[in-house]
């Protein structure tokens, strides 16, 4: 709620959709009780907290970064790979130089409640993600302004305790996020390695190219995970949500539990998606 208010104050103020989602974008990277995105994020298996991200205009234009540490808002660092560089993707020591090099500041970003969970954790070192909890992991957010043009942005600190140097959807066009102008963007949450799978949010764009609507497409999205994970789906979360260039929005998961939030003209509220499973 609170990131979309600022999104859309850059909205009714005659922003772009792509200064609209970076700004949305940062508020929850900047939200220290959010346990999943930028500061406060859960750590991976060694006790970093490590950020992926990725920004996309109207014009298919992108930037993203992936395994960038130490600096609360990936969301402007891929912007400024988008405009500054040649590049799409920078990671790691060379996602952190770039970010420096650009006035972004280092900070510690594992806080001490982070750190109280990482430490307990450690007593027994399992790896069980939970559904619905750490499976929704992730800030995705798509905009479309006065103009018509649609922007997208996604920003993860990953699933909790994972290994070492794992880089999930978040950052990868097509994957965690994808933004056609002539038809709508779409972004994804869960496990990503499932999202990879699929590029399922460049399969919801072209769903919705096919002429479904914003709901159909993000099921036919989800449905391709679940034919092609059988034996595993109902252990997994996997979700959409999607935007048209007419401005009709959907949601669909797996799981129930995955919410999304709309907002426009008077208009901010939070919405549960339809899911396969009850």
């Not at 600096?71 to 130089?97: C, F």
């Not at 006065?146 to 880089?167: A, E, F, P």
């Not at 999202?195 to 949010?201: A, R």
């Amino acid at each position: 709620l609170e990131a979309n208010k600022a999104a859309w104050q850059k909205l009714s103020n005659n922003g772009s959709a792509l200064d609209a989602v970076e700004a949305g974008v940062r508020v929850t990277e900047s939200d220290a009780d959010n346990r999943s995105v930028g500061l406060g994020g859960l750590p991976d298996r060694d006790g970093n907290v490590t950020l992926d991200a990725c920004i996309m205009n109207h014009e298919s234009e992108c930037g993203a970064v992936a395994y960038l540490q130490d600096i609360e808002n990936p969301i402007s660092v891929a912007r400024k790979v988008m405009e500054d560089t040649p590049h799409v993707i920078l990671a790691g020591d060379g996602a952190l130089q770039f970010a420096l090099d650009k006035g972004f500041q280092k900070e510690n970003l594992l806080t001490e409640k982070s750190k109280a969970e990482y430490v307990e954790w450690l007593k027994t070192a399992e790896y069980k993600p939970k559904v619905n909890v750490e499976l929704h992991d992730t800030i995705g957010m798509l905009a479309i302004d006065q103009n018509g043009d649609i922007s997208g942005g996604c920003s993860t600190s990953g699933l909790g305790y994972k290994m070492q140097g794992r880089v999930r959807d978040s950052p990868i066009i097509g994957a965690g996020l994808f933004v056609d102008n002539e038809v709508g963007a779409a972004t994804a949450t869960g496990m990503g390695e499932l999202v990879l799978t699929t590029l399922g949010s460049f399969l919801t764009v072209e769903f919705m190219r096919q002429g479904m609507s914003p709901l159909e497409a993000c099921k036919a999205a989800v449905m391709r995970t679940i034919e092609k994970n059988k034996d595993s789906y109902k252990e997994m979360q996997v979700g959409y949500v999607a935007l048209d260039k007419y401005g009709r929005y959907g949601g669909y998961s797996i799981q129930p539990g995955f919410q999304y939030t709309v907002t426009y003209q008077n208009h901010n509220k939070v919405y549960d998606a339809q899911s396969y499973l009850s």
